[in-house]
Each structure stands twice: as structure tokens, then as C-alpha cells.
T-cell receptor, first 117, second 112 residues
Framework: GAVVSQHPSWVICKSGTSVKIECRSL??????MFWYRQFPKQSLMLMAT?????????EQGVEKDKFLINHASLTLSTLTVTSAHPEDSSFYIC?????????????FGPGTRLTVT | GEDVEQSLFLSVREGDSSVINCTYT??????LYWYKQEPGAGLQLLTY?????DMKQDQRLTVLLNKKDKHLSLRIADTQTGDSAIYFC????????????FGAGTTVTVRA
């Protein structure tokens, strides 16, 4: 149980285009989903927290107009990187927390490798 | 906010036990977690411990929590080559607005 999927697993796009990444909780309902960015050999950096049906809360320094997050249902959140540039190239990982969780654990997706050329 | 620190590297012989250490700063952290990340993959939740517990065992994994010293450890018994990965310690509590605070990760290398 507690499986989170991401799609696509990797994507290459040209500078200036937009890319959408999907995050789904497959076997549980997630009130809260999180989006992280991970640079090589580094820890995870939280970008934003989203609750189903409400606007995402962005961490300081993360441009909300550049990284659009939509959490339309209890099983789906999307991250859209708008007008992508090479510096947006990174590994993006989502995670989800179950509505029934008593220990607040988060389950992570497999990640999406974004390369902007 | 919360600071979580881990040693960066650990090398262990196959069959031996591995011990990964972690310290945190917020004594009000309620849950502490261990995640495993293999190359190119997301994070896999291995185990977690509630702050009022001292120890938790799950098959080959043993978590020890010293709340007084704010020290957490993960012991992997009979370490296998498949245990080679990066292990992240994470804390959940009020000092980071109830968002997970991650350590930098410990790279465990299992040698034959």
C-alpha cells in the first residue's frame, strides 16, 4: 500500500516551453501533497505544500507564477514549470500524506528528471 | 527552524551491521523518520518512531531514539548489497511548521 506515482519519469524540453508533472496517490487519498526539488548529491528542498481544493503554499524564494501547483482531487496534484530555463533542470519529487495518517508520514513518488535545453 | 544533521558517508562490509546516526535540534519533534533513496529514485519510507518511544524494531531495522540528547540512529542488521543507498533522517514538529525537516543524507556503501 501507500504508492505514489509520478509522470513522466523524465522529460527534456526546450527553453521557454512549459512542462507539467503529475503526482498521483494510487491506493490512498491524500489531503496534502508536497513538491520537492533535489539537486545532485543534495538533500530535498521543499518547494510547496498543497491541500486538496485550496491554493498551494510556497516556500520562501520559490516563484509561484513559475511553478504552478494544482491539487484538484484527493489523488492528483500537478506541478507545471512555466517558461522553463536551463536552471530549472533538476529532479522533482512529490510526496503525499494520507487523510488517515496518524503519524504524519509522507510517501514519495519516484521523481521526475527535468532537463531544459 | 529545525536542524537535522547526519554523517555523510558510511562504508560497511556485507553481513555486518550498519549504524547510521542523526541528530536534531527541536525537542518538540513528535515523529522521526528514516527514508532510503536509491540512485535515480524517490524516497522509500523505511520506518518511523514516535517521540515517546525509545526503540522500534522492524525485521532487520532497529531505530533507537535518545530524546534527551536528541539523537536518532538506524541499525541495519546483516547488511546486504541491496542496502547500498542514501539514507535520510527526517523530523516532524512545530519548529518547521509541521513540515518534514531532512538531514543531508548518509551514503551507505556495502562492500563484499
Amino acid at each position: 500500500g501507500a504508492v505514489v506515482s509520478q509522470h513522466p519519469s523524465w522529460v527534456i524540453c526546450k527553453s521557454g516551453t512549459s512542462v507539467k508533472i503529475e503526482c498521483r496517490s494510487l491506493d490512498f487519498q491524500a489531503t496534502t501533497m508536497f513538491w520537492y526539488r533535489q539537486f545532485p548529491k543534495q538533500s530535498l528542498m521543499l518547494m510547496a505544500t498543497s491541500n486538496e481544493g485550496s491554493k498551494a503554499t510556497y516556500e520562501q524564494g520559490v516563484e509561484k507564477d513559475k511553478f504552478l501547483i494544482n491539487h484538484a482531487s484527493l489523488t492528483l496534484s500537478t506541478l507545471t514549470v512555466t517558461s522553463a530555463h536551463p536552471e530549472d533542470s533538476s529532479f522533482y519529487i512529490c510526496s503525499a500524506r494520507s487523510v488517515y495518517s496518524e503519524s504524519y508520514e509522507q510517501y514519495f513518488g519516484p521523481g521526475t528528471r527535468l532537463t531544459v535545453t | 527552524g529545525e536542524d537535522v544533521e547526519q554523517s555523510l558517508f558510511l562504508s560497511v562490509r556485507e553481513g555486518d551491521s550498519s549504524v547510521i546516526n542523526c541528530t536534531y535540534t527541536d525537542s518538540s519533534s513528535t515523529y522521526l523518520y528514516w527514508y532510503k533513496q536509491e540512485p535515480g529514485a524517490g524516497l522509500q519510507l523505511l520506518t518511523y518512531i514516535f517521540s515517546n518511544m525509545d526503540m522500534k524494531q522492524d525485521q532487520r531495522l532497529t531505530v533507537l531514539l535518545n530524546k534527551k540528547d536528541k539523537h536518532l540512529s538506524l541499525r541495519i542488521a546483516d547488511t546486504q548489497t541491496g542496502d547500498s543507498a542514501i539514507y535520510f533522517c527526517a523530523a516532524y514538529g512545530p519548529s518547521n511548521d509541521y513540515k518534514l525537516s531532512f538531514g543531508a543524507g548518509t551514503t551507505v556503501t556495502v562492500r563484499a
